[in-house]
Structure formats: C-alpha cells, structure tokens
C-alpha cells in the first residue's frame, strides 16, 4: 500500500506532510506505515483514497476494481481550483453557496 501512497504522492506533486494535514493523519502514523511498524486501519485508508480520488481497491491493490467508481469532493476542488494550492474549509464553503445559488437560480426559471 505505501508503494501506492508514493505513486499517488508523485502523480499529484504533493507531500506526505500535505496529506497529512489535510486527512489529519499524523505523520508519525504514515511513517509507521512506510517502516512496517504498523498496518493501516481502514477509517486512514478511506481518508487518503478519498483524498485522492481512488477506491479504496486501488489504493491497497493498484487495481480498480469493476465497481462504479464515484466522485469524490476532491475530485470537484480539483476541478474548481485547480491542483496547485490547498483549498480551505472557506474556499469550499463559498463554492458550494455559488452551487446552491445557480441551483436555485435554475430552478426559478424553470
């Protein structure tokens, strides 16, 4: 699984450390992982999957499996802002009030 944490690290030009505050993970817990001090229990691995947009299979496994792949709030602050800064509680806050406002908007007009 680490192997996979590393590739997903590369793909995305971000930090272990960057993950781990952003998942709240303690760093110390991924190291841990990487020295095989401990295994990952699955409430850390659905965090880091979720945070970079892959199934848990695929995190543990490298392979997805046949299953409808969802998409996941990091997928859309990627697609709203892009992959090159981190995207505050704030900053999703107000997107997702522009959201419910063009929502509204639309469904008036209908």
């Known amino acids: ?16 450390y960057q993950v781990c505050k952003a ?14 001090k401990s295994t ?10 979720d945070h970079f947009g892959v199934s848990l ?17 990091n997928d859309i602050k990627l697609a709203l802002f892009g992959g090159d800064g981190e995207v505050t509680d704030e900053m999703w ?3 997702m009030f522009a959201v419910e406002l063009i929502k509204k908007r639309h469904s008036k007009e209908e």
């Open 1 to 16: 699984m680490y192997e996979i944490f590393v590739e997903l690290l590369q793909k995305n030009g971000m930090t272990a």
């Open 23 to 36: 998942t709240g993970i303690a760093p110390a817990t991924i190291s841990d992982w990487k020295n095989g």
């Open 40 to 49: 990952p229990k699955q409430d850390k691995l659905k965090k880091i999957a």
């Open 57 to 73: 299979d695929y995190l543990t496994t490298g392979k997805e499996s046949a299953a409808k792949s969802t998409v996941t709030d």
């Open 93 to 95: 806050k107000e997107a």
